[in-house]
């Protein structure tokens, strides 16, 4: 019988040798290394200093829920981390947000639809803190941001003059909401009663979006890459939106252009001049709409006069909506899910009981505990609550713990469930500019216009 060969010292001094030598795998074959966190801004004078004061555009007056302001450079590292292609899908950044002091944003990149794509937008929270929201968006290399803590944002944008600034922004000094606004049939430009058209086809699975902005809002937020990034950030809140309330729909951008028109300084007179066809304003958008058949056209402008946005709520779920389904928001609101309501009184939502008027269904009303929360359909609290970023919807809870809705059979008096009633006009308002679809439908009763924030 063979013997096995003896094993000698020096054989297993060798062997011992050659494994310390050799490439030691430190994870599973095919997965990167997770990348410690880096710091999104680099140091920046006090939130006081003259530095600070010059990144903020020179055209803009003094805007009372800004609590501090500072210029800010992101670094190198973190603009590679969030633009670079094959980058990780999930980061970590350290923030320095003026009064809140410094904490660790962790993040993840959104898989986006449309021309959402061209920019890369991450979501996420601060690890230390529940009550948070972090969203980023890139588009070459400029970045907007926004952080939420309870009531407090901190935005980050783009500047003017070059850089970037970090804004802290009190959200109940934002503008206050306006109540709805009767519209007349007869107004110029309004079209012909003709019936509704059939619905084309369209699921409902995706509304598509078309936005466009002014010259102000664009050189406000440091050029088209700023504002295309704003843009990106305010629809991506407000999908996320449609996913926490479980709403199964995603709002889908088709189309970005900006608008030869001077802002009036009235919310109504510019959402009024946005919609009319032929008077002189604005008048492109009717063709860019049917061109890249946008269901809903949303407006951004740096200055609305005192509100922070106005829209048309549909108030009779019907195709003959689609003329009247235009909205106008402040550049500064977007972080304060001001895009997001806009387009909910599109799909047929008014405010909040309190508020009274009339929605698509009766229990198309957003919802709101005082001194706790409000979804973003309604309106601001007393006591004061926070905005979370949430549709009505009884069935889900925030954060597990308080109710976002309440349910129309169970309580009629008092039911808000905007996913309900979202969810019922889905492929009515997915068939406002269908494939192949070019006719401008007739105009609706019931009309009333509303601005919120």
Sequence with gaps: MERPPRITHMAVGILCLASLLMPR????????????????????????????AQAVPPQRPPRPW????????????????????????????TMDLITAG????????????????????????????????????????VLVGSVRIGRTIYD??????????????????????????????????????????????????????????TPAAKNANGGQSGIEALIALGLSLANTALTNSQINTQFRLVHTAEVAYSESGSYSTDLSRLRIMNDGFMDDVHAWRNQYRADLVALIEDDLGGACGVAYVMTTVSQSFANWAFSVTQDSCISNYTLAHELGHNMGSQHDRAEGGAGAYPYSFGHKEPGVHRTIMATTCSPSCSRINHFSNPNVRYQGAWVTGIDHTADPAKSADNARGFTNALSTIANFRAAGDLTPPAAPANLRITGVR
């Design 25 to 52: 795998p430190t994870q599973a074959a095919g997965a990167s290394a997770p990348e410690p966190p880096v710091p999104l801004f680099a140091s920046a004078p006090a939130a006081d200093s003259s530095h600070s």
């Design 66 to 93: 800004i609590r501090a302001q500072r210029g800010v450079t992101i670094t190198p590292d973190a603009l590679r981390r969030l633009s670079r292609p094959g980058a990780p899908k999930h980061a970590e950044l």
């Design 102 to 141: 410094t904490h660790t944003a962790e993040v993840a990149m959104r898989e986006q639809q449309g021309r959402l794509r061209s920019s890369r937008v991450w979501a996420g929270v601060l690890k230390e803190i529940q009550d948070s929201d972090v969203m980023l968006a890139v588009k070459d290399s």
């Design 156 to 213: 980050i944008r783009p500047s003017a003059g070059g850089g970037h600034v970090l804004v802290e922004i009190d959200a109940d000094q934002l503008p206050d909401d306006h109540h709805p606004i009767p519209v007349s049939r007869d107004e110029p430009g309004a079209p012909d009663d003709a019936g509704t058209a059939p619905a084309a086809g369209d699921s409902g699975s995706i509304i598509d979006v078309m936005v466009v902005y």
